[in-house]
């Protein structure tokens, strides 16, 4: 089976701390993706990874950067953490091609004070 | 940009109910088409895939049928139990982006 590791279930940190939020998959995926959930406006992308060393903006990178030094994984850092990224961040990667499913992780609860 | 669409929000149904989740897209050149479950506090868990060429996927008691021309997906649960109870969420593949999410319809099965 498909193992998508995400290193904290629940986070507590302070606004203003730099925070990193580790993903690893252990099938040798080439695409890695960070998703935030919130009430009321579902999953949002925020960086995706097709490849080692690469990275694209999704739809709501401000405020995050991210890095993929190896293929397994995937990074998430909040530069400077502000209230307003509470969420819960979900992990996913899949295999590249057209037909491949995506895995997720468990998520982790981040809570800025 | 594709849109998804996921109506109702939210569904109640009594145990042993079969049902069907609704799923639309706006563009209908997509490559596959996903349906996720999850459950509180948790990761989303793929279900079914169902690919452009295909017009339904089964698995046990759920199946999903696939319509292009019209846009729309439906996931159907037959003799729902209360452990169905959960999140289910469909997401779209158009070949040169991520997979684009419907914000889900929370199934809650009544025992």
């Known amino acids: 089976d498909v193992k998508v590791t995400q290193s904290s279930r629940y986070l507590v940190k302070r606004t203003g701390e730099k925070v990193f939020l580790e993903c690893v998959q252990d099938?040798?995926?080439?695409?890695m993706f960070w998703y935030r959930q919130d009430p009321g406006l579902g999953l949002r992308l925020i960086y995706f990874?097709?490849?080692?060393?690469?990275?694209e903006k999704g739809d709501i990178p401000e405020g995050y950067s991210v890095s993929r030094e190896k293929k397994e994984r995937f990074s998430l850092i909040l530069e400077s953490a502000s209230t307003n990224q509470t969420s819960m961040y979900l992990c996913?990667?899949?295999?590249?091609?057209?037909?491949?499913?995506?895995?997720f992780g468990s998520g982790t609860q981040l809570s800025v004070l | 940009k594709q849109e998804v669409t996921q109506i109702p929000a939210a569904l109640s149904v009594p145990e042993g109910e079969n049902l069907v989740l609704n799923c639309s897209f706006t563009?209908?050149?997509?490559?596959?088409l996903q349906w996720f479950r999850q459950d509180p506090g948790k990761g989303l868990t793929s279900l079914l895939l169902?690919?452009?060429?295909?017009r339904e996927q089964t698995s046990g008691r759920l199946n999903a049928s696939l319509d292009k021309s019209s846009g729309r997906s439906t996931l159907y649960i037959a003799a729902s139990q209360p452990g169905d109870s959960a999140t289910y969420l469909c997401?779209?593949?158009?070949?040169?982006?991520?997979?684009?999410f419907g914000k889900g319809t929370r199934l809650s099965v009544i025992a």
């Open positions: 990874s097709y490849d080692v060393k690469m990275k």
């Open positions: 996913a990667s899949s295999l590249q091609g057209s037909y491949e499913k995506l895995f």
């Open positions: 099938m040798d995926h080439e695409n």
């Open positions: 997401a779209v593949d158009s070949g040169n982006t991520p997979l684009v």
């Open positions: 169902i690919q452009s060429s295909q």
């Open positions: 563009d209908s050149a997509i490559y596959n």
